[in-house]
C-alpha cells in the first residue's frame, strides 16, 4: 500500500494498515473467519495475556495475576527442576 516495508512506516501509516483488520471479539472462542483477522485478533489477545503475566505488571500494579497467584514462571534454560 506504501510501498515500503512495514518497519519502515510511520504511526499514521501503520494505522491505515492494521485498523481495518481490527475486529472486535466478544469472546476468545468467537474469531473473525478471515484468517488475517483472525491472526490480528489472537496476537492481540496473546499480547494482552503475555503483559498482564509480566514481572513489570505485576510490579506496576500491585498485582500478581489472579487471585494473587503468579501465572507466570520465569525462564531459566540451566534449571533441571
Known amino acids: 500500500k506504501f510501498s515500503k516495508s512495514f518497519a519502515e512506516l510511520d504511526p499514521k501509516q501503520v ?7 481490527l475486529a472486535a471479539t466478544p469472546w476468545a472462542w ?4 478471515d484468517p ?3 491472526f490480528i485478533a489472537s496476537v492481540r489477545t496473546d499480547v494482552v495475556t503475555a503483559t498482564r503475566n509480566s514481572p513489570v505488571w505485576a510490579e506496576k500494579t500491585g498485582t500478581r495475576g489472579r487471585a494473587g497467584q503468579l501465572k507466570w ?8 527442576g
Open 15 to 21: 494505522d491505515a494498515v492494521l485498523r481495518p483488520l
Open 30 to 33: 468467537d474469531l473473525p473467519k
Open 36 to 38: 488475517v483477522r483472525r
Open 73 to 80: 514462571l520465569p525462564i531459566d534454560p540451566v534449571y533441571k
